[in-house]
């Protein structure tokens, strides 16, 4: 059964400390996004690759957040130094370049205290 | 960039009736996919249905179906027959170059 896995799927953390978050895509799929879902702001677009290159990083606040694709079954989203107002869910999720399906990882929930 | 609007924030319905969620969107663009995504408190992200837009047939899966209007920009969501595990947020998603999502609708479904 193919998924997309996230991890962690908690992070509780100090303010100003490194968070990394994992994101191991479908296999086979070109395009991966990253989404964080906040009560207040819903899901936001903060960074999405296709075929491993960034492609839009505009909704990630450019001093302190990073995402990377290093291979195929890997992309990492990095925050540094972390804020209290980075706490959100952060969900990955995989899909085609055509655009027919995009299925969601079960995101991971992050606490900066 | 492009726009997605839901503008009923929350939305209840009696068991075994039907509900519509209601989606517009707004892009210059001639091919594109929309989906509707399901989200109960477990806070999974479920895929409950698509349409291409170059396809004027409205997608349905089971109890789900859509009434896509393309000239309006329109795509509205029905449950038939809406059951207790149907309430949960429900997002509209807008898919070209990138996915992009509306603010949601919270549905419950009442016993």
């Known amino acids: 059964d193919a998924r997309v896995t996230q991890t962690p799927r908690h992070k509780v953390t100090e303010m100003g400390q490194e968070v990394t978050m994992r994101c191991q895509p479908i296999l086979g799929h070109n395009t991966v996004f990253w989404y964080r879902q906040t009560m207040m702001q819903g899901l936001e677009l903060l960074a999405y690759?296709?075929?491993?290159?960034?492609?839009?990083d505009s909704g990630m606040p450019k001093d302190r957040f990073s995402a990377e694709m290093p291979d195929a079954t890997l992309a990492t989203l990095k925050i540094q130094p972390s804020e209290p107002r980075d706490s959100a869910v952060y969900f990955c999720?995989?899909?085609?370049?055509?655009?027919?399906?995009?299925?969601f990882g079960q995101g991971t929930r992050l606490t900066v205290v | 960039a492009q726009t997605v609007t839901q503008s009923q924030p929350e939305m209840s319905v009696q068991e075994a009736e039907t509900v519509t969620l209601s989606c517009t969107y707004d892009?210059?663009?001639?091919?594109?996919?929309l989906f509707w995504y399901k989200q109960p408190p477990s806070r999974q992200m479920i895929l409950v249905i698509r349409?291409?837009?170059?396809?004027?047939q409205n997608a349905t899966e089971n109890r789900f179906s859509v009434n896509f209007q393309k000239a309006a920009k329109s795509f509205s969501l029905k449950i038939s027959d809406s059951q207790l595990g149907d309430t949960a947020m429900y997002f509209c998603?807008?898919?070209?170059?990138?996915?992009?999502f509306g603010a949601g609708t919270r549905l419950t479904v009442k016993p």
């Open positions: 892009t210059s663009e001639n091919n594109y996919y």
């Open positions: 999720a995989s899909g085609l370049v055509s655009g027919a399906e995009a299925f």
């Open positions: 349409q291409e837009a170059y396809k004027q």
């Open positions: 998603a807008f898919v070209s170059y990138d996915m992009r």
């Open positions: 690759f296709r075929n491993r290159a960034p492609l839009d």
